[in-house]
């Protein structure tokens, strides 16, 4: 895969959508705060429909890329007239086994494109619908961190995004223990629906704001991330997945409550001194990874304006990076 460093033109367009957010009041619940990050004004509208509009309109078909189907592979059909936003961290059910996303794309009007995704259901390969939905969930935020890490480590040996399919099973297992899940088929589904009740009721304590675009997530315990994207419209269709994610990990007790919380100021200021590695995508657009000592972080660009960007702080614990 190739790769070239891209500080300046990888920064530029990341550094000049910072320059125009303005940061809402913060909202905390249940050791979670989300900080909003406003533009104004409002000009922006999205030139993409999402993978969820796609399938629900039937002009967007995902399968197996093939009748015996390949765990790190799923097959993306745009038969529509409009490219279609696919977000990393978002889930597919069905097909043989759920997955999520691997990397953010753009795929094309009228192409067919071969989407990297990871597995997040272990116990089943067996089809229970030819074509797969869109899943309810996004990867819970820890989750999503060291996939992150380890897809931006594949590129950058110029290897295809893929992670580590193992370390992810028992990421999900060793959650499901902690939070007391049971699941025949090992699904990370059920790890959400067990705690419905308890995740909605965090999840309603962030409500939405005008002009929003994204937010900086805090925890508890210093772990904290960030998500954007380039219109108003995409944060609010994914903006409940995304706040479940890290409501998921707010119910998780699994050693994470040590630190001193981080404010949204910093990782923005953290964002604006990485190093970016620019990868072509496998969509539209480029591909800008940034891997420094503490944040993990991806960004799909397209002519220059930032169509998404998700990044995570990176934890220490026994010796190596989470």
Known sequence: MESTNANNRGASPINATIERFELGAPTSASGLTMTPLLVSPVARRAGYITLAEGLATEVVHVTEVSDSGHVPELFVINIGDRPVLIVDGEELEGAKQNRIVNLTLVVPPHTKAVVPVTCVEQNRWSPVARRAKVGKNLMYARGRRRKMADVSQAMRERQAPRSNQHAVWEDVEEKMSRMNVHSASMAMDAIYDQSATSIDDIVSKFPACD?????????????????????????????????????????????????????????????????????????LGTDLRSEGRYLTAAALVMEATVIHLAGFHLRRRRGRRL
């Open 211 to 283: 002009g929003q675009v994204g937010a900086v997530m805090t925890q508890r315990g210093g772990g904290c991330g960030i998500e954007w994207f380039d219109a108003p419209s995409t944060w609010a269709a994914y903006k409940h997945r995304i706040v479940k994610s890290w409501a998921v990990d707010a119910l998780d007790s699994d050693g994470e409550t040590r630190g001193q919380s981080v404010a949204a100021e910093y990782v923005l200021q953290q964002l604006r001194e990485e190093t970016w590695t620019a990868s072509a995508s496998s969509g």
